[in-house]
Nanobody, 127 residues
Framework: QVQLVESGGGLVQAGGSLRLSCAAS????????MGWFRQAPGKEREFVAA????????DVADSGKGRFTISRDNAKNTVYLQMNSLKPEDTAVYYC????????????????????WGQGTQVAVSS
């Protein structure tokens, strides 16, 4: 079992930055790929970014390329999402997710491939 707790959300003006954190409890954090997803009101949950179990591989959705960075610290059982140059369309609830690393990084963008989810943290970007 893995428990995930997100933090770092809030209200920010367009162009600002936020760093989201996801603290994991449970065993073998370094055997899980980690992902960030978001869901805006009236929209489906969408992939934001993912990092492999070792941190060696990362992936960021086109909507966040050049603005968002995902990283992890396995010693602290924590994954981060640094978000810069925020836009009003980034407004959403952001969820952290974990999946047992399948041996490759495929399927990282698909939410059903993740086994554990946090409660989410709200990000609101004003124009």
């Amino acid at each position: 079992q893995v428990q995930l707790v997100e933090s770092g959300g809030g209200l920010v003006q367009a162009g600002g930055s936020l760093r989201l954190s996801c603290a994991a409890s449970g065993r073998a954090f370094n055997s899980y790929d980690m992902g960030w997803f978001r869901q805006a009101p009236g929209k489906e949950r969408e992939f934001v970014a993912a990092v492999s179990w070792s941190g060696a591989s990362t992936d960021v959705a086109d909507s966040g390329k050049g603005r968002f960075t995902i990283s992890r610290d396995n010693a602290k059982n924590t994954v981060y999402l640094q978000m810069n140059s925020l836009k009003p369309e980034d407004t959403a609830v952001y969820y952290c997710a974990a999946r047992r690393a399948p041996g490759d990084f495929r399927g990282r963008r698909v939410s059903v491939n993740y086994d554990y989810w946090g409660q989410g943290t709200q990000v609101a970007v004003s124009s």
